[in-house]
């Protein structure tokens, strides 16, 4: 099971902007093929960005493309998801995960951290 941790949530203005993290804990996060997911209150959890680990392609969500950019810092073994122009309907805890799949196209998120809570209120 490949344990993660999340961090960089909190409360922004609308159009604010925050960087979330995803680190690992006991495995090379530079190995595997990591995607962003949210889950608001009362609706279901969604896909936001993933980054592959062949070629470093990504992947957004279309409610999310153009103001979220997802990369992977190799030397630091961090994933960033850069968040710009928060909506309040971004509101919501943000998980990361990790595949062993080599893309982000048919790639199975089996596990994931306990999330960061971002908050897009005025």
């Known amino acids: 099971q490949l344990e993660v941790v999340e961090s960089g949530g909190g409360l922004v203005q609308p159009g604010g902007s925050l960087r979330l993290s995803c680190a690992a804990s006991?495995?090379?996060?530079?190995?595997?093929?990591i995607g962003w997911f949210r889950q608001a209150p009362g609706k279901e959890y969604e896909g936001v960005s993933c980054?592959?680990?062949?070629?470093?392609?990504?992947l957004y969500a279309d409610s999310v493309k153009g103001r979220f950019t997802i990369s992977r810092d190799t030397a630091k073994d961090t994933v960033y998801l850069q968040m710009n122009n928060l909506k309040p309907e971004d509101t919501a805890r943000y998980y990361c995960?990790?595949?062993?799949?080599?893309?982000?196209?048919?790639?199975?998120?089996?596990?994931r951290g306990q999330g960061t809570r971002v908050t897009v209120s005025s």
């Open positions: 006991g495995f090379t996060l530079n190995y595997y093929t």
């Open positions: 995960s990790g595949a062993v799949e080599t893309t982000c196209v048919g790639a199975h998120f089996a596990s």
């Open positions: 980054i592959s680990s062949s070629d470093g392609s990504t």
